[in-house]
Antibody
Framework: QVQLQQSGAELAKPGSSVKISCKAS????????ISWIKQTTGQGLEYIGY????????NYNEKFKGKATLTVDKSSSTAFMQLSSLTPDDSAVYYC????????WGQGVMVTVSS | DIQMTQSPPVLSASVGDRVTLSCKASQNINKNLDWYQQKHGEAPKLLIYYTNNLQTGIPSRFSGSGSGTDYTLTISSLQPEDVATYYC????????FGGGTKLELK
C-alpha cells in the first residue's frame, strides 16, 4: 500500500538546523511531486513548497525561501526538508504529502525549537 | 498573496443536519480550490478537488460549489464521524489554506 513514512520528532536549539525525511513506498516515487506543509496551532496550515521528485526542481512559498530546502534521493525514494536558522516560530508539525487527487500524506513530524 | 477566510470558525450542528461551510478568497481563484478534512491527531484528507469534484472514497453527502471568490462545502446529512476541522486550500496563485472551520456535534 502507498505510504509516506516520516522521520521522528526533533528537539533542536535556536540557530541550529534539522533535516526531516519522507520515505515513499507502494508507488512509483517519481510519478508525483512531494509537497511540504507546516501546521501550528496559531497559524494553521501553511504550504512550504514542493519538489519535483523526477528532476529535483523546487518551488517555494516566498515565506519559506531561505528557511526550507527541499531535496530528493530517487535511489531510496526519499524526500528531505532541511530547516535552517531555527527559531521558536519554527516549532510545528511538518507534513510531507503527495497532494492532489493522489492525496497521500505522511504522519507528520513534530519539531520543537527550544534552548 | 491570496488570503482565504473561512466562516464560521466553529460550527455546532446535530446529526442529520445540513451543514454549510464557507470559504472566501481575497481575489478570484478561478475554482482552483480544494477542501480538506482533518480529524484530531491525523493528517488532512482530501474531500473535494477543483471546487466540486468528489475525491474517490468520500461519501456523497459531501459536495462543493462556488466560483470567483466564494466557495462552499456542504454536508447534506451530518454524521458523527464528520466531526473534524475543515480547510479550504487555493492553488490558483501561490498556495494558501484557510484558517479552518471546526465542526462539532450539538
Amino acid at each position: 500500500q502507498v505510504q509516506l513514512q516520516q522521520s521522528g520528532a526533533e528537539l533542536a536549539k535556536p540557530g541550529s538546523s534539522v533535516k526531516i525525511s519522507c520515505k515513499a513506498s507502494g508507488y512509483t516515487f517519481t510519478s508525483y511531486y512531494i509537497s511540504w506543509i507546516k501546521q501550528t496551532t496559531g497559524q494553521g496550515l501553511e504550504y512550504i513548497g514542493y519538489i519535483n521528485t523526477g528532476s529535483g526542481g523546487t518551488n517555494y512559498n516566498e515565506k519559506f525561501k531561505g528557511k526550507a530546502t527541499l531535496t530528493v534521493d530517487k535511489s531510496s525514494s526519499t524526500a528531505f526538508m532541511q530547516l535552517s536558522s531555527l527559531t521558536p516560530d519554527d516549532s510545528a508539525v511538518y507534513y510531507c504529502a503527495a497532494m492532489g487527487i493522489f492525496d497521500y500524506w505522511g504522519q507528520g513530524v513534530m519539531v520543537t525549537v527550544s534552548s | 498573496d491570496i488570503q482565504m477566510t473561512q466562516s464560521p470558525p466553529v460550527l455546532s450542528a446535530s446529526v442529520g443536519d445540513r451543514v454549510t461551510l464557507s470559504c472566501k478568497a481575497s481575489q478570484n481563484i478561478n475554482k482552483n480550490l480544494d477542501w480538506y478534512q482533518q480529524k484530531h491527531g491525523e493528517a488532512p484528507k482530501l474531500l473535494i478537488y477543483y471546487t466540486n469534484n468528489l475525491q474517490t472514497g468520500i461519501p456523497s453527502r459531501f459536495s462543493g460549489s462556488g466560483s470567483g471568490t466564494d466557495y462552499t462545502l456542504t454536508i447534506s446529512s451530518l454524521q458523527p464521524e464528520d466531526v473534524a476541522t475543515y480547510y479550504c486550500y487555493q492553488y490558483n496563485s501561490g498556495w494558501t489554506f484557510g484558517g479552518g472551520t471546526k465542526l462539532e456535534l450539538k
